[in-house]
């Protein structure tokens, strides 16, 4: 069911690294050594002191943290950062004065933030302390442009401040806060809240001449659902119904529950954390190039991380 409703987030490797396959893997090579050659000429003619990685990207700790903790897998990392070409033209900042930190889950099998490169560096960073990276483009976007923004193949200094760890129930009470000010700010009625992170309005309550649902049973519906305060959705099936099993461990935890006790022809809407529905997003920045990501197919969806959805649906049948 999750493949249905386009739940695969990784990034490419291909998309983001370039292709290394047949004939394309020696231009790939000749890139990165080209690149790694700039690099090591910019490192030297500036008179950095920095220190070069295995994977070829280089990093200096312009603020150190001594003992500082260490990064976990599934670590909720929020960063603030600041972006440009090695030419020093500015591409983008997220600091202190633009609020929050940006949050992502980190993974280190899987690349769920780009630039890779920050994915990477995690493991040589420490809560609290800034690296300054300096990359070659084949660790950043490689052969990817975006408007005057982001020029291809572009060599990058990246400033990465590691501001935070969050727990789960810390961003949990955030998406809750934001949920609770769409619906008041929007003067949404019929919602109630049946299981944390999960809001439910019965629009119709269908048939109730029939039985009512029961995990086991086989549902068929047609959906649309959006990013919570998004007009356009980012995935739909309304001209041809999807089906699912109720309670099965392949559906999201907001179907499992908004879909229980409910009767044919109803219709439901319901609002759901990221918890209870994408739990793995992957993180872009900067964010201005997120859409055009997901339109070049870097991503399979354009949803932000953390971000709650909205989801509605009508059911067809009930088996």
């Given at each position: 069911?999750?493949?249905?409703?386009?739940t695969v987030?990784?990034?490419?490797?291909?998309?983001?690294?370039?292709?290394?396959?047949n004939n394309?893997?020696?231009?790939?090579?000749?890139?990165?050594?080209?690149?790694?050659?700039?690099?090591?000429?910019?490192?030297?003619?500036?008179?950095?002191?920095?220190?070069?990685?295995?994977?070829?990207?280089?990093?200096?700790?312009?603020?150190?943290?001594?003992?500082?903790?260490?990064?976990?897998?599934?670590?909720?990392?929020?960063?603030?950062?600041?972006?440009?070409?090695?030419?020093?033209?500015?591409?983008?900042?997220?600091?202190?004065?633009?609020?929050?930190?940006?949050?992502?889950?980190?993974?280190?099998?899987?690349?769920?933030?780009?630039?890779?490169?920050?994915?990477?560096?995690?493991?040589?960073a420490e809560?609290?302390?800034?690296?300054?990276?300096?990359?070659?483009?084949?660790?950043?976007?490689?052969?990817?442009?975006?408007?005057?923004?982001?020029?291809?193949?572009?060599?990058?200094?990246?400033?990465?401040?590691?501001?935070?760890?969050?727990?789960?129930?810390?961003?949990?009470?955030?998406?809750?806060?934001?949920?609770?000010?769409?619906?008041?700010?929007?003067?949404?009625?019929?919602?109630?809240?049946?299981?944390?992170?999960?809001?439910?309005?019965?629009?119709?309550?269908?048939?109730?001449?029939?039985?009512?649902?029961?995990?086991?049973?086989?549902?068929?519906?047609?959906?649309?659902?959006?990013?919570?305060?998004?007009?356009?959705?980012?995935?739909?099936?309304?001209?041809?119904?999807?089906?699912?099993?109720?309670?099965?461990?392949?559906?999201?935890?907001?179907?499992?529950?908004?879909?229980?006790?409910?009767?044919?022809?109803?219709?439901?809407?319901?609002?759901?954390?990221?918890?209870?529905?994408?739990?793995?997003?992957?993180?872009?920045?900067?964010?201005?190039?997120?859409?055009?990501?997901?339109?070049?197919?870097?991503?399979?969806?354009?949803?932000?991380?953390?971000?709650?959805?909205?989801?509605?649906?009508?059911?067809?049948?009930?088996?």
């Open positions: 069911m999750k493949r249905v409703l386009k987030f990784t990034m490419s490797a291909v998309a983001l690294l370039s292709s290394c396959m394309e893997e020696s231009a790939y090579e000749k890139q990165v050594k080209e690149e790694n050659q700039e690099l090591a000429d910019y490192i030297n003619q500036n008179g950095i002191q920095a220190e070069q990685t295995t994977a070829g990207y280089y990093y200096s700790r312009e603020l150190d943290v001594e003992d500082g903790q260490k990064f976990n897998d599934e670590d909720i990392i929020g960063i603030y950062y600041e972006m440009e070409t090695l030419e020093g033209a500015f591409i983008e900042a997220h600091t202190e004065e633009d609020g929050e930190p940006i949050k992502f889950k980190y993974d280190r099998e899987r690349q769920t933030l780009a630039p890779i490169v920050v994915n990477q560096a995690i493991a040589l809560l609290g302390e800034t690296l300054v990276l300096y990359v070659p483009s084949y660790l950043a976007y490689s052969d990817y442009s975006y408007n005057q923004l982001i020029p291809q193949y572009a060599n990058m200094k990246i400033t990465v401040h590691f501001e935070k760890i969050y727990a789960p129930q810390e961003v949990a009470t955030i998406e809750d806060n934001l949920i609770q000010g769409y619906i008041d700010q929007n003067g949404l009625e019929g919602f109630e809240k049946v299981e944390e992170g999960v809001y439910l309005k019965v629009v119709e309550a269908g048939d109730e001449d029939t039985e009512a649902s029961k995990n086991g049973n086989s549902m068929r519906f047609t959906f649309e659902m959006f990013e919570l305060g998004q007009d356009d959705s980012f995935s739909k099936s309304l001209d041809n119904s999807v089906t699912t099993t109720l309670g099965d461990d392949d559906n999201y935890e907001f179907l499992n529950i908004g879909f229980k006790d409910r009767h044919k022809d109803a219709e439901v809407q319901i609002i759901a954390s990221s918890a209870t529905s994408f739990v793995n997003t992957a993180q872009v920045i900067p964010d201005a190039i997120r859409k055009d990501y997901f339109d070049q197919g870097y991503l399979n969806i354009p949803l932000r991380p953390f971000t709650p959805i909205l989801f509605e649906a009508t059911i067809e049948s009930i088996d």
